[in-house]
DNA sequence: CGTTCAACCTGGGCGC
DNA sequence: TGCGCCCAGGTTGAAC
């Protein structure tokens, strides 16, 4: 998402505009609607960055525009999949730049926030964001998730104890690592911390190329909304009943719940 | 401290 | 066709 936005840096915010539609509850800004189109109007957009799952807007004068699509938000500089569900549109000013940015939401499970830099540094600090996935190695994964006696699955999805990995990327980098999901972080031997370090790094920059998984809602897109094609390379997300790819049919795919998350995997190649 | 669970929303897919 | 149910790339806060 936020390499797809890339080209709107430089350019300058005109205004935000919040649009509404029937039927369809509106939009979560914090602080407020008002503050928020009032401190971004006239503002250059200097950065780009990511915090775990959000995509940061980094203002001159140091504010941020923060987005958190959850589960159906989408940032976009092309046009939305439907109208109904638009739920911000940024104006920009710039010449042979795009004309605006959007933010999309179906559930409208997604918010959006504008914090100073005070406040980005105490709501996605070290207490509520643990390090990025991205940039970790074997003796950082073990120390952030390793004392814990939960499910290693469960574990992963904790965005305090590592950042930036979801639902989906859990299950297929479990697999990759042939560790069953079900496992108490601290039974992890070392040998299995360094299978699923490289298996976060391999399925997530994979993951990254394909531009993401739009599973059978058709939801996902990017920024110019088109669909992501990992969803063709997921070994068991989604895939329940079928045959596990490593096995070659020995195995079946298997759905269990773990903390209220469905959890694909491999009973006879993931231990 | 860890686990569990409802809630926040809308819409697609399925069985009847 | 319509209805009820289950499901969905996530996070939060309350209750145990």
Redesign the pocket.
């Known amino acids: 998402m936020r390499r797809g936005i890339a080209p709107v840096l430089g350019s300058t915010i005109r205004a935000a505009e919040f649009v509404r539609s029937a039927?369809?509850?509106p939009l979560s800004v914090s602080p407020s609607r008002s503050s928020f189109q009032r401190r971004v109007a006239g503002r250059r957009i200097e950065g780009l960055g990511r915090a775990?799952?959000r995509v940061v807007i980094e203002l001159a004068g140091g504010d941020r525009i923060v987005f958190?699509p959850?589960?159906t938000g989408l940032v976009l500089l092309a046009a939305p999949p439907s109208e109904?569900?638009l739920r911000l549109r940024l104006t920009l000013a710039g010449r042979a730049k795009p004309s605006e940015l959007l933010f999309w939401d179906?559930?409208?499970?997604g918010t959006l926030s504008l914090l100073d830099p005070a406040e980005f540094a105490r709501r996605l600090g070290p207490d509520?964001l643990g390090p990025d996935a991205l940039e970790l190695d074997p003796a950082l994964l073990e120390a952030r998730l390793g004392a814990?006696?939960?499910p290693i699955k469960?574990a992963l999805?904790d965005?305090r104890k590592l950042a930036g990995v979801?639902?989906?990327y859990a299950a297929e980098c479990l697999h990759v690592a042939r560790i069953h999901p079900i496992r108490p972080c601290a039974s992890l031997k070392p040998a299995e911390w360094r299978r699923l370090h490289a298996a976060l790094e391999d399925v997530l920059g994979e993951?990254i190329r394909y531009e993401?998984?739009?599973?059978?809602?058709g939801?996902?897109r990017n920024a110019l909304n088109v669909e992501?094609g990992y969803q063709s390379c997921h070994r068991v997300y989604g895939r329940e009943g079928g045959a596990c790819s490593r096995c070659r049919g020995r195995g079946r795919v298997e759905r269990i719940v773990l903390?209220?998350?469905?959890t694909f995997f491999c009973g006879r190649c993931q231990r």
Do not use: F, P
């Not at 903390?259 to 469905?262: L, S, T």
């Open positions: 039927r369809i509850k775990g799952k958190e959850r589960m109904e569900h179906r559930r409208g499970l509520t814990s006696k939960r469960v999805l965005q979801g639902n989906i993951a993401g998984s739009t599973l059978n809602d939801t996902y992501g903390g209220q998350r469905a």
